[in-house]
């Protein structure tokens, strides 16, 4: 049955897109005319969110539940989303107003108000998440998170695998979910346009024609923030319109048919592999932002009124009466069947039990792929082959043989391909990274599998995410340690987290290789800094420092081959040094993370290190030796996590510790080092541990400056006496 000529044109009254351009005949509107049963069903998916919304907030108000975010306001648009797109075949990144698009999609509110409750059953997180931040494994909604606007590049990201898997075709047999014509969808608050990320989203989109759908729902204010002062102009689907095969759409998002037919042409555009659209919804918010949020302090209460009136459920709700679809006693049936499945819903999310406490720690990490356990575990039996090769080689090697092994594996940073322009890679040497380490990857594997990417930190990683949680394996370069920082966001709050905040839905296993470190004469403050320490309290990341090409080659292999997000840090001064070769280990070979490496043999004294002051404390150790001193010399090679086993047998041997690395002294990486031997190992201690690292300032780029700041044997030699004579 179709609506009537109310409702028919006002659907005409939508015909035209953006540019006033007809994209739709009269006759394909009428064809897709939403029938009364998809009406009524939107309707009572609406209401159904405002009254989750209403619920929540009185059970916040009688301390039943911690928090509470509405999608009030916004329901129409996302709504007519949710009919359009399709559920566990599409994807979805939502954000915290998106409530309607996820019950349109087949989420329950049972679902919802169990992660109200913080219930163990709660399919979003598993009591992890505050609630309304959506994941559904089933429907394909990757886990969301707080931070605004770091959805965005893990979308891309998503939507950039379906686009390599077109380009591979050996692995659409190895994934799961993949569709041709499948889409991706992230949402916005019109607040998180300010963010660089949705402009670093938009241009990889643009750039590489991926079918993502943008849906920006503006009600006009970030918390207490108008749109005005947040975006030039007010209007920031006016600002993007530079970006090419950008389809913008905009519409009132109040109103359920306008947004209805401005999502199906923004989805079939993107379905067409035409490129991403952008949709730009207006909407109302008609509570305040949240429930620690009074909007009567910052909007007078005319304003209120004006929204108000615009309220999409009353709206749709007359239109639908006005229309014929149905009369007011059927309406009130809808309305009364849905309150009350919310109220016996809330009465079984209520009564759902919590997470236990000792699942407290479950999913930091992988439950399925231990990369510390003895099947990562080939050194012993390593059989050496060839010449003898440096750190840059054996990473190298490590990454064609790794490549040819697993088809989804996919390289990419910044110059990290052999040539951009793959017309000229038969004249021209090639590129492979500034430090050669990815050189001929792309020559052997592909543009598909081996490609640059923006001069863009936060689009490395969060894209990675997005590749990663598609079932393929990226293996980035963040170019220098140094300017790792813009990443910091997705590194920290997805990453890291993903795996953990989903309750072990989601993962993100990223391997992140990263130059680092100093003692390069010229690489001065911003290329040679050594901060490990802010990365190694990251629950959830694994931090790996070798210190030799053997090492390097075997645990950039086990990073590759396990579940868990890597950081594979590389030290700069270490690529090519000549006393840390070795032979090809082969391409099997394996090193654990969290197995350290006794190098050097001693009695009286140990040194824990990595990186480069390995070799440093090595050249202090044999003039201590001189002097009749026998130091011992640790590689922790893993930082993150560490081998306290092989600390602990050392130093309750040798009774006397010094803690070396390249860091800063204060708040460095050795402070948990020996804060741990001081309060585990204080009776066999003959001695105080002592620290030797950096100074506490930056590297400077004067040779001689460099040298006072930095850590060197001499530095070390001195503490092994000193140590050795308290």
Same mark, same amino acid.
């Given at each position: 049955?179709?609506?009537?000529?109310?409702?028919? &044109? $006002?659907?005409?009254?939508?015909? /035209?897109?953006?540019? %006033?351009?007809?994209? *739709?005949? @009269?006759?394909?509107?009428? +064809?897709?005319?939403?029938?009364?049963?998809?009406?009524?069903?939107?309707?009572?998916?609406?209401?159904?969110?405002?009254?989750?919304?209403?619920?929540?907030?009185?059970?916040?108000?009688?301390?039943?539940?911690?928090?509470?975010?509405?999608?009030?306001?916004?329901?129409?648009?996302?709504?007519?989303?949710?009919?359009?797109?399709?559920?566990?075949?599409?994807?979805?990144?939502?954000?915290?107003?998106?409530?309607?698009?996820?019950?349109?999609?087949?989420?329950?509110?049972?679902?919802?108000?169990?992660?109200?409750?913080?219930?163990?059953?709660?399919?979003?997180?598993?009591?992890?998440?505050?609630?309304?931040?959506?994941?559904?494994? &089933? $429907?394909?909604?990757?886990?969301? /998170?707080?931070?605004? %606007?770091?959805?965005? *590049?893990? @979308?891309?990201?998503?939507? +950039?695998?379906?686009?390599?898997?077109?380009?591979?075709?050996?692995?659409?047999?190895?994934?799961?979910?993949?569709?041709?014509?499948?889409?991706?969808?992230?949402?916005?608050?019109?607040?998180?346009?300010?963010?660089?990320?949705?402009?670093?989203?938009?241009?990889?989109?643009?750039?590489?024609?991926?079918?993502?759908?943008?849906?920006?729902?503006?009600?006009?204010?970030?918390?207490?923030?108008?749109?005005?002062?947040?975006?030039?102009?007010?209007?920031?689907?006016?600002?993007?319109?530079?970006?090419?095969?950008?389809?913008?759409?905009?519409?009132?998002?109040?109103?359920?048919?306008?947004?209805?037919?401005?999502?199906?042409?923004?989805?079939?555009?993107?379905?067409?592999?035409?490129?991403?659209?952008?949709?730009?919804?207006?909407?109302?918010?008609?509570?305040?932002?949240?429930?620690?949020?009074?909007?009567?302090?910052?909007?007078?209460?005319?304003?209120?009124?004006?929204?108000?009136?615009?309220?999409?459920?009353?709206?749709?709700?007359?239109?639908?009466?006005?229309?014929?679809?149905?009369?007011?006693?059927?309406?009130?049936?809808?309305?009364?069947?849905?309150?009350?499945?919310?109220?016996?819903?809330?009465?079984?999310?209520?009564?759902?039990?919590?997470?236990?406490?000792?699942?407290?720690?479950?999913?930091?990490?992988?439950?399925?792929?231990?990369?510390?356990?003895?099947?990562?575990?080939?050194?012993?039996?390593?059989?050496?082959?060839?010449?003898?090769?440096?750190?840059?080689?054996?990473?190298?090697?490590?990454?064609?043989?790794?490549?040819?092994?697993?088809?989804?594996?996919?390289?990419?940073?910044?110059?990290?391909?052999?040539?951009?322009?793959?017309?000229?890679?038969?004249?021209?040497?090639?590129?492979?990274?500034?430090?050669?380490?990815?050189?001929?990857?792309?020559?052997?594997?592909?543009?598909?599998?081996?490609?640059?990417?923006?001069?863009?930190?936060?689009?490395?990683?969060?894209?990675?995410?997005?590749?990663?949680?598609?079932?393929?394996?990226?293996?980035?370069?963040?170019?220098?340690?140094?300017?790792?920082?813009?990443?910091?966001?997705?590194?920290?709050?997805?990453?890291?987290?993903?795996?953990?905040?989903?309750?072990?839905?989601?993962?993100?296993?990223?391997?992140?290789?990263?130059?680092?470190?100093?003692?390069?004469?010229?690489?001065?403050?911003?290329?040679?800094?050594?901060?490990?320490?802010?990365?190694?309290?990251?629950?959830?990341?694994?931090?790996?420092?070798?210190?030799?090409?053997?090492?390097?080659?075997?645990?950039?292999?086990?990073?590759?081959?396990?579940?868990?997000?890597?950081?594979?840090?590389?030290?700069?001064?270490?690529?090519?040094?000549?006393?840390?070769?070795?032979?090809?280990?082969?391409?099997?070979?394996?090193?654990?993370?969290?197995?350290?490496?006794?190098?050097?043999?001693?009695?009286?004294?140990?040194?824990?290190?990595?990186?480069?002051?390995?070799?440093?404390?090595?050249?202090?150790?044999?003039?201590?030796?001189?002097?009749?001193?026998?130091?011992?010399?640790?590689?922790?090679?893993?930082?993150?996590?560490?081998?306290?086993?092989?600390?602990?047998?050392?130093?309750?041997?040798?009774?006397?510790?010094?803690?070396?690395?390249?860091?800063?002294?204060?708040?460095?990486?050795?402070?948990?080092?020996?804060?741990?031997?001081?309060?585990?190992?204080?009776?066999?201690?003959?001695?105080?541990?002592?620290?030797?690292?950096?100074?506490?300032?930056?590297?400077?780029?004067?040779?001689?400056?460099?040298?006072?700041?930095?850590?060197?044997?001499?530095?070390?030699?001195?503490?092994?006496?000193?140590?050795?004579?308290?």
């Amino acid at each position: 049955m179709k609506t009537d000529t109310k409702v028919l &044109k $006002l659907v005409r009254k939508t015909e /035209s897109d953006a540019d %006033g351009s007809n994209d *739709l005949s @009269a006759q394909a509107v009428e +064809e897709q005319l939403p029938d009364r049963k998809l009406l009524l069903e939107m309707y009572r998916t609406m209401y159904l969110s405002r009254r989750l919304d209403d619920k929540e907030i009185q059970l916040k108000g009688q301390n039943r539940i911690f928090f509470q975010i509405s999608g009030a306001g916004h329901e129409a648009v996302l709504a007519a989303a949710g009919v359009v797109l399709k559920p566990s075949y599409d994807w979805f990144y939502p954000y915290y107003r998106d409530r309607a698009l996820c019950l349109q999609l087949g989420m329950t509110p049972l679902e919802m108000l169990q992660s109200a409750v913080g219930a163990e059953a709660d399919p979003n997180s598993h009591g992890r998440q505050m609630p309304s931040h959506w994941g559904h494994k &089933k $429907l394909n909604i990757v886990s969301q /998170s707080s931070p605004t %606007g770091t959805q965005l *590049l893990q @979308a891309v990201g998503c939507a +950039e695998a379906a686009y390599r898997f077109q380009l591979i075709p050996e692995l659409q047999k190895r994934v799961e979910g993949f569709h041709d014509d499948e889409v991706t969808y992230v949402s916005v608050g019109e607040g998180t346009t300010s963010e660089g990320e949705f402009w670093e989203a938009l241009n990889t989109a643009c750039n590489l024609k991926l079918p993502v759908v943008f849906l920006v729902e503006d009600n006009g204010y970030a918390i207490s923030v108008p749109v005005e002062v947040q975006t030039a102009g007010g209007d920031v689907s006016r600002l993007v319109e530079g970006f090419p095969g950008l389809y913008i759409q905009r519409c009132d998002g109040t109103e359920v048919i306008e947004s209805l037919e401005t999502m199906r042409r923004a989805v079939d555009y993107c379905r067409q592999r035409k490129g991403p659209s952008l949709v730009h919804a207006k909407v109302i918010r008609p509570y305040s932002h949240s429930l620690s949020d009074d909007e009567k302090l910052y909007r007078p209460d005319e304003e209120r009124a004006s929204d108000a009136e615009r309220d999409p459920v009353k709206r749709f709700g007359a239109l639908l009466i006005d229309s014929g679809v149905i009369d007011q006693d059927g309406l009130q049936r809808i309305k009364d069947e849905a309150d009350r499945e919310v109220n016996e819903a809330a009465d079984k999310a209520l009564a759902s039990p919590q997470p236990a406490q000792d699942t407290a720690t479950d999913f930091v990490f992988s439950p399925d792929v231990d990369p510390t356990s003895p099947q990562f575990d080939t050194e012993d039996q390593v059989q050496l082959s060839g010449n003898p090769g440096t750190m840059v080689d054996l990473i190298n090697r490590t990454l064609h043989t790794e490549m040819a092994r697993d088809p989804g594996i996919v390289v990419f940073g910044e110059d990290v391909a052999d040539c951009s322009r793959e017309q000229y890679l038969e004249s021209v040497k090639g590129k492979g990274g500034v430090f050669k380490v990815t050189a001929n990857l792309q020559r052997n594997f592909g543009g598909a599998r081996v490609f640059n990417s923006p001069l863009a930190e936060a689009n490395i990683v969060g894209r990675a995410i997005g590749l990663a949680t598609r079932g393929l394996k990226p293996v980035v370069e963040i170019q220098f340690f140094d300017y790792i920082w813009p990443a910091m966001h997705q590194i920290r709050n997805e990453l890291a987290l993903m795996r953990w905040r989903s309750g072990g839905d989601w993962k993100s296993p990223v391997v992140m290789r990263v130059p680092v470190g100093g003692y390069l004469k010229g690489g001065a403050v911003y290329h040679s800094q050594s901060g490990v320490s802010t990365f190694t309290q990251i629950p959830g990341l694994r931090v790996i420092y070798p210190s030799n090409a053997l090492d390097a080659n075997g645990l950039l292999r086990t990073a590759i081959r396990c579940d868990d997000p890597v950081l594979f840090l590389e030290h700069k001064h270490l690529y090519r040094q000549a006393y840390n070769k070795s032979a090809y280990p082969g391409d099997d070979f394996m090193i654990p993370f969290g197995k350290a490496k006794k190098v050097r043999e001693g009695k009286d004294l140990t040194i824990i290190t990595y990186g480069a002051l390995v070799q440093r404390s090595l050249v202090a150790a044999k003039q201590a030796e001189q002097q009749g001193i026998s130091v011992e010399v640790i590689d922790l090679r893993s930082l993150a996590p560490y081998d306290w086993n092989a600390i602990a047998e050392s130093v309750k041997r040798t009774n006397r510790v010094i803690v070396a690395h390249e860091d800063s002294l204060s708040f460095g990486y050795g402070a948990e080092i020996a804060a741990r031997i001081a309060a585990e190992l204080f009776e066999y201690l003959d001695a105080p541990v002592k620290r030797v690292c950096a100074l506490d300032t930056f590297v400077a780029y004067a040779p001689q400056l460099e040298d006072a700041i930095l850590p060197q044997p001499a530095d070390v030699a001195k503490a092994i006496t000193e140590l050795k004579g308290y």
